[in-house]
């Protein structure tokens, strides 16, 4: 089985915008799967989705992220290979559009898993990426956004290959209004993003609470235990509930199947699975009496 599932975050947005989300997630998603298609790894599909989100103004990740309260952009994002896992990330990196291309050259680097701030541009010098020209990244809809304190949606996908190989990746413009230098849940692995032997986690939504309770591992965990894929995103989500009154929503792949769920009203969905594509903007799940 090959599968790519892509996630455009877990929010509440607009009627209008619900098309517009559905059609970038379809993208992205057609984007993975052809390197799936073409016998390419999950690593390289998850990378090339979230690339194409990124530079989708409608998402919280690149061009259209949340800007903290001084009015700029930095962004977070983490790429994990299941099958030794590895990582590489970013976090807080001013002016940087394809912050999942940084985290992936920060993993095929080997030195460390996670740079941050603006000194992860030297390194980003040495492997041939710019920051983005002052203000391209910022769209009239992030600036709405931050007036009101609302964020938009962190973007993420999970694969697996033909050869059986899990990744996950993971791409954010935090949240609007948020202190310079703030961390989320996205670059941190086991939090926003995980990937090991046996599944691919991509998690969105308040990242406070995705960390306090170390969201994806804690779905991995289950599955590792024989849990089924579904049941664990459940239970995953309950206890992040009910231990941080907090909301999230998260996309998991194992070898038997995949779950898209989350707390909040909306998450824009997209998978390819063996070539059979759908796509959706997801309902709410209620935790009552988990």
Same mark, same amino acid.
């Given at each position: 089985?090959t ?19 559905r059609?970038?997630?379809r993208v992205a ?6 390197i799936?298609?073409a ?13 194409v ?8 990740a690149?061009?259209? =992220?949340a800007?903290?309260r001084d009015?700029?952009?930095e ?12 990582v590489?990330a970013?976090?807080?990196v001013p002016? &940087?559009g ?5 985290a992936?050259?920060? &993993?095929?680097?080997?030195?460390h898993?996670?740079?941050? !701030? ?16 002052? $203000?391209?990244?910022v ?9 009101a ?6 973007? !993420?996908?999970?694969?697996?290959d ?7 990746a993971? =791409?954010?413009g ?5 202190r ?10 086991? #939090?926003g ?10 998690a ?5 609470a ?7 591992? !804690?779905?991995?965990?289950?599955? #590792?235990?024989?849990?089924p ?6 239970h995953?989500? #309950?206890?992040? #509930?009910?231990i941080? $009154?907090? =909301?999230?929503? &998260?996309?998991? &792949? =194992? ?11 909306t998450?824009p969905v997209a ?18 009496g988990?």
């Amino acid at each position: 089985m090959t599968a790519l599932i892509v996630h455009g975050g877990a929010g509440e947005v607009t009627a209008d915008r619900h098309e517009r989300l559905r059609d970038g997630v379809r993208v992205a998603a057609e984007a993975g799967d052809a390197i799936l298609a073409a016998g390419g790894s999950a690593l390289d599909a998850v990378v090339a989705a979230v690339r194409v989100l990124e530079d989708d103004p409608e998402y919280n990740a690149g061009r259209g =992220s949340a800007l903290t309260r001084d009015g700029s952009v930095e962004t977070d994002a983490a790429v994990m290979d299941g099958e030794h896992q590895r990582v590489g990330a970013v976090a807080a990196v001013p002016d &940087l559009g394809c912050a999942i291309a940084l985290a992936r050259a920060v &993993l095929d680097a080997g030195e460390h898993a996670m740079l941050a !701030g603006p000194a992860a541009w030297k390194f980003a010098a040495e492997v041939g990426i710019a920051p983005a020209p002052a $203000g391209s990244l910022v769209t009239e809809r992030a600036l709405a956004r931050l007036a009101a304190r609302r964020s938009g949606g962190t973007v !993420g996908a999970v694969a697996r290959d033909r050869a059986g190989r899990f990744a996950a990746a993971t =791409s954010t413009g935090g949240i609007a209004g948020k202190r310079s230098g703030r961390v989320g849940d996205s670059p941190i692995p086991g #939090a926003g993003t995980w990937a090991d032997a046996h599944a691919a986690i991509s998690a969105t939504g308040d990242g406070e609470a995705i960390v306090r309770v170390a969201l994806a591992r !804690g779905v991995a965990a289950r599955i #590792a235990a024989g849990e089924p894929v579904a049941s664990a995103a459940r239970h995953a989500l #309950a206890e992040l #509930a009910r231990i941080t $009154g907090g =909301s999230a929503g &998260l996309i998991a &792949l =194992s070898a038997t199947g995949f779950a898209t769920l989350q707390l909040s009203p909306t998450m824009p969905v997209a998978w390819i699975v063996d070539g059979q594509r759908a796509d959706h903007l997801g309902e709410r799940y209620d935790v009552v009496g988990m």
